[in-house]
């Protein structure tokens, strides 16, 4: 009997352990690996202010891809201990600090173990001893000596392919195009620094003036300092029409480059690196977001939203995706394409299975962009899509994959619309018209979808209703009740888009994003047309029309207060979300299955509009959400569904 009841408890230990790295696992999955805080100055030098751009472009979108978070900030007063411990890692773009207080904080933060990247300017100095710990003994470089000019490619040398951050590169490569840096020390001689790319020969003559390039010589382009958790590159200076402001090139046009960027962010961030984790769809596939490619180039973009296009395309090149796809089914295909003057063809395929064939059309300018649509069916899970260029001479910005619905509109789901300017609606949160100018969708820019009367629908975000105004001004989503200003008509169209009519007979507009949104256009055009994405279910309660005056068909709706539960959607499949009073801030949020054992944990330190637990791994069933902070405590039973 003793022996039996021994066995027992190991036997619940061991389950106890293995809850316990389900939970861990879980919660891994879910949060941020690792965060970064950008600094920057962004004023001095038009290339150096344009790398920024473009940085803030490029980086949210790896941070996205690679789950850690990227937030920046010219702010060079947030460089002290309290801003900095919220980090694991930061970056300085273009600057370095300049007073005694935002460099004793730093230089604190890295020899406490932070980590740190920078790129070509921050390393620029002609008073080296101003600040000899930064530019001695961390950087190692010294003195700024000379630089090429103008602007370009260099030859790499890759000197050590064992560091985390260069171990996948080739030996030489192409680097993107930069104004080249050399400095007063020879790092070579210093024990402490490990070269790890420098300018191969084959580079010379580097620079375009015959009287600022360099013809021979030694020149390290990346290192690391073997005392700190850093690397430096001599990079992030971008080819410039100074006439006109605009940039000619991109820090981020090379593929090979951009792999020692992430690789030696996730070093930094304590992450191994791997391949690039899969990108869901539905969702939208940024095109230079690839595994692998033959025969293309990136370069800087003017379409909305900025970043990098892919182009160069010719015949026989191709592009693969590495994709996670929901749910199997048919989906609409977008493709973001501009060409000069030769219509291409792309094949979109999976193995050697053609997909779909689409003709490109010429728009007349290598950055003047339309968009093309087709329809494919997909597979549900992870696998690669290689995009096929049958005939080129197109530049291409993204793809989107939006799963096919029917044409009656989806009540009872959360949505986001984005509009002809690519850009998402967003509710502003109530507190100001409605605008159609976010780049990504977040909280402001999902919508419950609710059924009214007439088989009419009325739309809601953060619990405040969307309004017309009945055309007499901008749309605002402040209303806390349905009345007849409250009310759409959903009208979907052939190419997949829908437009939302008013109780006025007129129709939304999004003003492309450079106005508030209005409910005053008589016909549809481009500006009255918007895609839209199913985020999720909306919490069951709020399907209901919440009063008796729904079923009778009164134009006045009154919001139930059960739609408004603090844990939502219930049932839910994969997020779900809950909100907390105001003045609630660090609370533990934890899933406990119906046997009690915790499945998924967070511990949250800083308020935030709403919050999520991700739990899609976990099986179906009964789970119970517990919220405890120091004066709050809730519980609430919760329906995981497929």
């Given at each position: 009997?003793?022996?039996?009841?021994?066995?027992?408890?190991?036997?619940?230990?061991?389950?106890?352990?293995?809850?316990?790295?389900?939970?861990?696992?879980?919660?891994?999955?879910?949060?941020?690996?690792?965060?970064?805080?950008?600094?920057?100055?962004?004023?001095?030098?038009?290339?150096?202010?344009?790398?920024?751009?473009?940085?803030?472009?490029?980086?949210?979108?790896?941070?996205?891809?690679?789950?850690?978070?990227?937030?920046?900030?010219?702010?060079?007063?947030?460089?002290?201990?309290?801003?900095?411990?919220?980090?694991?890692?930061?970056?300085?773009?273009?600057?370095?600090?300049?007073?005694?207080?935002?460099?004793?904080?730093?230089?604190?933060?890295?020899?406490?173990?932070?980590?740190?990247?920078?790129?070509?300017?921050?390393?620029?100095?002609?008073?080296?001893?101003?600040?000899?710990?930064?530019?001695?003994?961390?950087?190692?470089?010294?003195?700024?000596?000379?630089?090429?000019?103008?602007?370009?490619?260099?030859?790499?040398?890759?000197?050590?392919?064992?560091?985390?951050?260069?171990?996948?590169?080739?030996?030489?490569?192409?680097?993107?195009?930069?104004?080249?840096?050399?400095?007063?020390?020879?790092?070579?001689?210093?024990?402490?620094?490990?070269?790890?790319?420098?300018?191969?020969?084959?580079?010379?003559?580097?620079?375009?003036?015959?009287?600022?390039?360099?013809?021979?010589?030694?020149?390290?382009?990346?290192?690391?300092?073997?005392?700190?958790?850093?690397?430096?590159?001599?990079?992030?200076?971008?080819?410039?029409?100074?006439?006109?402001?605009?940039?000619?090139?991109?820090?981020?046009?090379?593929?090979?480059?951009?792999?020692?960027?992430?690789?030696?962010?996730?070093?930094?961030?304590?992450?191994?690196?791997?391949?690039?984790?899969?990108?869901?769809?539905?969702?939208?596939?940024?095109?230079?977001?690839?595994?692998?490619?033959?025969?293309?180039?990136?370069?800087?973009?003017?379409?909305?939203?900025?970043?990098?296009?892919?182009?160069?395309?010719?015949?026989?090149?191709?592009?693969?995706?590495?994709?996670?796809?929901?749910?199997?089914?048919?989906?609409?295909?977008?493709?973001?394409?501009?060409?000069?003057?030769?219509?291409?063809?792309?094949?979109?395929?999976?193995?050697?299975?053609?997909?779909?064939?689409?003709?490109?059309?010429?728009?007349?300018?290598?950055?003047?962009?339309?968009?093309?649509?087709?329809?494919?069916?997909?597979?549900?899970?992870?696998?690669?899509?290689?995009?096929?260029?049958?005939?080129?001479?197109?530049?291409?910005?993204?793809?989107?994959?939006?799963?096919?619905?029917?044409?009656?509109?989806?009540?009872?789901?959360?949505?986001?619309?984005?509009?002809?300017?690519?850009?998402?609606?967003?509710?502003?949160?109530?507190?100001?018209?409605?605008?159609?100018?976010?780049?990504?969708?977040?909280?402001?820019?999902?919508?419950?979808?609710?059924?009214?009367?007439?088989?009419?629908?009325?739309?809601?975000?953060?619990?405040?209703?969307?309004?017309?105004?009945?055309?007499?001004?901008?749309?605002?989503?402040?209303?806390?009740?349905?009345?007849?200003y409250e009310q759409f008509d959903w009208i979907q169209h052939s190419d997949g888009t829908i437009s939302l009519r008013g109780n006025n007979g007129r129709?939304?507009?999004?003003?492309?994003?450079?106005?508030?949104?209005?409910?005053?256009?008589?016909?549809?055009?481009?500006?009255?047309?918007?895609?839209?994405?199913?985020?999720?279910?909306?919490?069951?309660?709020?399907?209901?029309?919440?009063?008796?005056?729904?079923?009778?068909?009164?134009?006045?709706?009154?919001?139930?207060?059960?739609?408004?539960?603090?844990?939502?959607?219930?049932?839910?499949?994969?997020?779900?979300?809950?909100?907390?009073?105001?003045?609630?801030?660090?609370?533990?949020?934890?899933?406990?299955?119906?046997?009690?054992?915790?499945?998924?944990?967070?511990?949250?330190?800083?308020?935030?509009?709403?919050?999520?637990?991700?739990?899609?791994?976990?099986?179906?069933?009964?789970?119970?959400?517990?919220?405890?902070?120091?004066?709050?405590?809730?519980?609430?039973?919760?329906?995981?569904?497929?």
């Amino acid at each position: 009997m003793l022996q039996n009841r021994s066995l027992s408890t190991k036997a619940f230990r061991c389950i106890l352990l293995c809850c316990v790295l389900l939970a861990h696992i879980t919660l891994q999955a879910q949060t941020p690996r690792f965060k970064v805080i950008a600094f920057y100055n962004g004023t001095y030098d038009a290339a150096h202010i344009n790398f920024v751009q473009e940085a803030n472009q490029w980086f949210p979108g790896i941070a996205a891809q690679y789950n850690f978070s990227y937030e920046a900030t010219n702010n060079w007063n947030n460089l002290n201990a309290t801003f900095l411990s919220q980090y694991q890692v930061v970056l300085f773009l273009d600057d370095a600090p300049t007073n005694a207080t935002q460099r004793a904080a730093f230089q604190t933060y890295m020899q406490n173990g932070g980590a740190w990247m920078g790129f070509h300017v921050c390393a620029f100095t002609t008073n080296a001893g101003a600040w000899s710990w930064y530019n001695n003994t961390f950087l190692g470089s010294g003195n700024f000596q000379s630089n090429t000019w103008g602007p370009t490619t260099a030859i790499l040398r890759c000197e050590d392919q064992t560091h985390p951050s260069t171990q996948q590169l080739p030996q030489t490569f192409t680097s993107a195009v930069s104004e080249w840096y050399s400095w007063s020390n020879d790092l070579r001689n210093n024990s402490n620094i490990n070269i790890l790319c420098s300018i191969d020969p084959a580079s010379f003559p580097l620079g375009t003036d015959p009287n600022q390039s360099w013809y021979s010589g030694y020149y390290p382009v990346i290192w690391t300092n073997k005392n700190y958790k850093m690397l430096y590159a001599n990079f992030g200076h971008n080819d410039m029409n100074y006439s006109t402001n605009t940039g000619k090139s991109s820090t981020f046009a090379s593929a090979i480059q951009n792999k020692f960027i992430i690789d030696g962010l996730l070093w930094l961030g304590g992450v191994p690196a791997g391949p690039a984790p899969a990108i869901p769809i539905p969702g939208t596939v940024q095109a230079e977001n690839f595994t692998t490619m033959s025969g293309i180039q990136t370069e800087t973009t003017t379409d909305t939203g900025g970043g990098l296009n892919v182009g160069y395309t010719d015949a026989g090149d191709w592009i693969d995706y590495k994709v996670n796809v929901q749910s199997a089914g048919a989906y609409t295909v977008q493709y973001r394409v501009a060409s000069q003057t030769t219509a291409g063809t792309i094949q979109l395929k999976k193995d050697t299975t053609v997909l779909a064939t689409t003709t490109l059309p010429v728009t007349g300018a290598w950055q003047t962009w339309t968009t093309v649509n087709t329809t494919v069916n997909l597979s549900a899970g992870e696998q690669t899509l290689r995009l096929q260029v049958v005939a080129g001479g197109f530049n291409l910005n993204w793809i989107s994959f939006a799963a096919n619905t029917p044409v009656t509109a989806p009540v009872g789901s959360v949505i986001t619309l984005r509009g002809n300017n690519n850009l998402y609606v967003s509710g502003e949160n109530g507190t100001q018209a409605m605008r159609c100018t976010r780049t990504a969708p977040q909280t402001w820019e999902q919508f419950s979808v609710l059924a009214a009367p007439g088989g009419k629908i009325s739309l809601r975000s953060m619990a405040k209703y969307v309004s017309s105004e009945n055309g007499a001004t901008a749309i605002t989503c402040n209303r806390a009740t349905v009345g007849s200003y409250e009310q759409f008509d959903w009208i979907q169209h052939s190419d997949g888009t829908i437009s939302l009519r008013g109780n006025n007979g007129r129709y939304v507009s999004s003003e492309n994003g450079a106005a508030a949104m209005t409910c005053t256009r008589t016909t549809i055009d481009a500006w009255e047309k918007f895609n839209f994405s199913i985020v999720g279910p909306v919490a069951s309660a709020a399907l209901l029309e919440t009063s008796a005056d729904a079923v009778s068909g009164s134009s006045s709706l009154t919001a139930s207060k059960t739609a408004d539960a603090a844990a939502f959607p219930n049932p839910f499949q994969s997020q779900l979300y809950y909100s907390l009073p105001a003045n609630v801030t660090m609370h533990a949020a934890t899933l406990y299955d119906i046997s009690g054992r915790a499945q998924v944990r967070n511990i949250v330190k800083m308020q935030q509009t709403r919050y999520v637990l991700e739990a899609g791994k976990l099986p179906t069933g009964t789970y119970i959400l517990e919220i405890s902070a120091k004066n709050y405590h809730k519980r609430y039973k919760v329906q995981k569904t497929q």
